[in-house]
């Protein structure tokens, strides 16, 4: 039996193929270089990225509940919960039952995590000049990923 197959469709198996040619790659990439180059920085004031993120999110909006920070850092609360753990062993963050209602954990920074925040100062600059964009250019990309983010948990098919 003669074979039905192109030479069109070797080229399109031969660009679906290439790697690169993968968004998700190319973000699964760009995630990896990124937190590869906070790693010595976080390194050297004793925090892990996801440490950070928790400690940048009680910076921005202060005292927050285990649920608000899971909803705010797109984390589950298996993964949540021991990494806030890890904070209050090292004296960053403090964990209470909420008086009105037992349920709620509320997560605030301790004198320590707030005073952590000066010595975290020098990582935003420090790593604007390692991915060495414009500001235009990185506005664009954060937007751009805002909104894939929101299109693929909140759109069509999510």
Same mark, same amino acid.
């Given at each position: 039996?003669? !074979?039905?197959?192109? @030479?069109?469709? +070797?080229?399109?198996?031969?660009?679906?193929?290439?790697?690169?040619?993968? #968004?998700?790659?190319?973000?699964?990439? =760009?995630?990896?270089?990124?937190?590869? =180059?906070?790693?010595? #920085? *976080?390194?050297?004031? $004793?925090?892990?990225?996801?440490?950070?993120?928790? #400690? @940048?999110? *009680?910076?921005?909006?202060?005292?927050? !509940? @285990?649920?608000?920070? $899971?909803?705010?850092?797109?984390?589950?609360?298996?993964?949540?919960?021991?990494?806030?753990?890890?904070?209050?062993?090292? $004296? #960053? @963050?403090?964990?209470?039952?909420? =008086?009105?209602?037992?349920?709620?954990?509320?997560?605030?920074?301790? +004198?320590? $995590? /707030?005073?952590?925040?000066?010595?975290?100062?020098?990582?935003?600059?420090?790593?604007?000049? =390692?991915?060495?964009? /414009?500001?235009?250019?990185?506005?664009?990309?954060?937007?751009?990923?805002?909104?894939?983010?929101?299109?693929?948990?909140?759109?069509?098919?999510?």
């Amino acid at each position: 039996m003669p !074979s039905t197959h192109t @030479v069109e469709d +070797e080229t399109q198996e031969e660009t679906f193929t290439r790697l690169d040619d993968f #968004l998700c790659f190319v973000l699964y990439s =760009a995630h990896r270089a990124v937190t590869n =180059a906070y790693r010595p #920085l *976080l390194d050297e004031i $004793g925090l892990t990225y996801p440490q950070y993120l928790v #400690l @940048v999110a *009680l910076y921005e909006n202060g005292p927050s !509940s @285990v649920k608000g920070l $899971g909803a705010k850092l797109h984390l589950d609360y298996g993964t949540l919960t021991p990494l806030l753990k890890r904070l209050e062993t090292n $004296g #960053l @963050v403090q964990r209470r039952r909420r =008086a009105d209602d037992e349920r709620s954990v509320q997560v605030s920074l301790t +004198e320590e $995590g /707030t005073a952590l925040r000066r010595r975290a100062r020098t990582l935003i600059p420090a790593m604007g000049a =390692a991915m060495g964009l /414009t500001t235009q250019e990185e506005d664009q990309i954060k937007m751009l990923l805002r909104r894939l983010t929101g299109n693929l948990t909140e759109g069509p098919g999510a």
